[in-house]
């Protein structure tokens, strides 16, 4: 707490992947109504797993902004130490991005056909667009870290703004 | 280009202004950051939605429902679910809503136990205390708008709650509600719609920039490493462009990892119930209404007496009064707990262990009544769900208290002297 650490990150993202397992473990974590075929989630689950999703995220961008922005910040200009492993890495992911959203184009496509009763596969598209959103979150994460030139300020306190 | 913008707007003043604004870095800052993203995402899907769903209960009858008639607004919700990536969008909506409502809370836990309420952010507590009952109810207001068998006995729930406010029970929920919620009121819907697309969220927009504003004029609380960096002074990023670059990263994480729930799991799938009938479903109101449940599964019915033509029975104790009073009290937390000196630095929660240990309590509290929910389906008897429900929380928090307090012996009260552990030189 007194400084940007990594404990309660590392701490969040074990209780998160608890509560996934206490939510997915659970007998009725899917149940099927007896007027539908179709199964849902138990009010239960769904709390569990929102508190599991806060905490995933809660941890990882926890864990990111210690590698990124150091546990304590020093006051002046820091230059980035660029080399070419991330430049790499920019050129695979960007890749990769154009690549899967290709493909989640044509998981759209074929949602939209008629032939299979406009069927969709959630699981898949979701997947896909997950995984690109991850890829855009890594792309910004290097280029941050590698590139830009970071600063650090000490503001007064008694600072004007907005008024 | 530039130079014509600064000509006329002085941009580069906006820019030496607010995006040079310093930004204090520490992890426990992201809560908020996912309640206000939760809330974006919930507009930008919301916008998806309203497009394509229609608000009334008029039959309607289509390939959709196998030719079946049913409720012009259930149907819109399978035509929603039946367009190319829109049962994930519309999931996502609904998954963004529960992740508000607990990021929020979470959001809450932290400024409680870092002690940010203090002088001089109480007025932000309040607006934040004021946020989370707008969050919850907006989510309540939702969830009817689907209209399926599910959704609408879920509601009622809530609706019957509101309805026992003694004198303005009715009146409120008349309003709510545009009379009694039933399967043949026309007019609930489109009352319904309008306060939650509308109203409701343009209220909560008016408070999170509120909400926002007050935090920037009054500076955030700093992880109080910053003290010996430089005292007196806020240390942190710029907004641009290296806070900006975190709030994106962070907004792509939490949308990402939702949608990939948001498809895998699909919430509310209105087929599971059907349109509305009859016959009304066994179903439990959604988790954050659940303890306030558990607390009416567990007060005997015949705690009931009337005054001046109102009624007070067991949905006033359980549905009002509890919730009122828990509200008030959180209401009164940062005068209660007053400090003269202005509140600069997080505290360490370990090192507060009164206000810790209630805080641990409260939580039993709010998961011993969540359990009283379950009254029926686990089979536990009245009396251990009072022992539950009043003593655990009780000893909880007591037993926390005595361990912190061994734990940290003498020094248990003192904040910490910090030791500057990353590299460089402090400057004063
Ligand atoms: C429901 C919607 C809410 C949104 C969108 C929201 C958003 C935010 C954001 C982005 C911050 C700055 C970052 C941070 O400290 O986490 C913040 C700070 C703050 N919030 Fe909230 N908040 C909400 C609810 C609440 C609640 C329920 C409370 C408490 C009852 C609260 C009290 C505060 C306080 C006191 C601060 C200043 C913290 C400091 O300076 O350390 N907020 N909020």
């Known amino acids: 707490m007194y400084r940007n650490d990594t404990v309660v990150p590392y701490f969040a993202l074990v209780f998160s992947a608890a509560l996934f397992l206490t939510a997915y473990l659970n007998d009725r974590f899917r149940v099927v109504h007896e007027a539908g075929a179709v199964p849902h989630l138990t009010v239960g689950n769904i709390g569990l797993m929102a508190f599991a999703l806060v905490l995933f995220v809660y941890g990882f961008i926890g864990l990111l902004s210690n590698w990124l922005e150091g546990s304590e910040l020093r006051p002046g200009r820091h230059e980035p130490e660029p080399s070419s492993l991330p430049m790499v890495a920019g050129v695979v992911l960007s890749l990769l991005l154009v690549m899967l959203s290709g493909f989640f184009v044509r998981t759209l496509i074929f949602a939209n056909n008629p032939e299979i009763g406009y069927y969709n596969a959630t699981t898949l598209q979701a997947g896909v667009f997950g995984a690109m959103m991850f890829i855009l979150a890594l792309l910004i994460a290097i280029y941050k870290k590698f590139f830009i030139e970071e600063e650090v300020l000490a503001e007064d306190e008694k600072g004007d703004f907005p008024w | ?428």
């Open chain 2, 1 to 428: 280009m530039y130079r014509w913008l600064d000509d006329r707007l002085s941009i580069g003043k906006l820019y030496a202004k607010a995006f040079r604004k310093a930004f204090p870095v520490h992890h426990s800052f992201f809560l908020g950051e996912i309640t206000l993203f939760s809330f974006i995402t919930l507009v930008l899907t919301g916008i998806f939605l309203t497009l394509n769903y229609e608000p009334s209960i008029r039959p309607v009858s289509g390939p959709l429902s196998g030719g079946q008639e049913v409720p012009a607004a259930y149907y819109s919700i399978l035509y929603i679910d039946s367009l190319p990536f829109g049962a994930v969008i519309r999931s996502l909506h609904h998954w963004a809503a529960h992740i508000m409502i607990a990021a929020a809370f979470l959001h809450m836990l932290r400024i409680h136990l870092t002690g940010a309420y203090k002088n001089p952010r109480e007025l932000n507590w309040i607006v934040g205390v004021f946020l989370l009952v707008l969050a919850i109810l907006t989510a309540f207001t939702g969830y009817a708008l689907p209209f399926d068998n599910y959704a609408l006995t879920a509601t009622k729930i809530g609706y019957e709650i509101g309805a026992a406010a003694p004198w303005v029970g009715k009146l409120l929920s008349d309003i709510l509600f545009a009379g009694e919620l039933s399967p043949t009121n026309t007019q609930t819907i489109p009352r319904l719609y309008s306060i939650h697309v509308l109203w409701l969220p343009l209220t909560l927009i008016a408070l999170i920039s509120l909400h926002l504003v007050i935090m920037i004029k009054q500076k955030h609380t700093q992880p109080r490493y910053a003290e010996k960096v430089a005292p007196g002074k806020i240390v942190g990023v710029p907004l641009f462009p290296q806070q900006a670059a975190m709030m994106g990263i962070l907004f792509l994480v939490y949308i990402g990892a939702t949608t990939f729930i948001a498809g895998a799991f699909l919430a509310h799938p209105v087929e599971a119930f059907g349109p509305p009938t009859a016959n009304t479903p066994a179903v439990k109101p959604d988790w954050y209404f659940l303890w306030i449940y558990g607390i009416l599964q567990i007060i005997p019915a015949n705690w009931r007496f009337e005054f001046l033509g109102a009624t007070f029975g067991p949905q006033f104790w359980g549905g009002i009064l509890v919730p009122t009073l828990i509200i008030l009290g959180a209401l009164a937390i940062p005068f209660l707990d007053y400090s003269k000196e202005k509140q600069r630095y997080l505290e360490l929660p370990s090192r507060h262990p009164f206000r810790t240990s209630f805080v641990i309590g409260v939580l039993m509290f709010y998961i011993m009544s969540t359990l009283a929910g379950y009254k029926v389906d686990l089979g536990l008897s009245n009396e251990l769900l009072w022992v539950l429900v009043l003593v655990v929380p009780v000893v909880t928090g007591v037993v926390s208290y005595i361990l912190i307090k061994a734990i940290y012996g003498k020094e248990w009260n003192q904040e910490v002297q910090v030791e500057l552990r990353g590299k460089g030189p402090a400057t004063d």
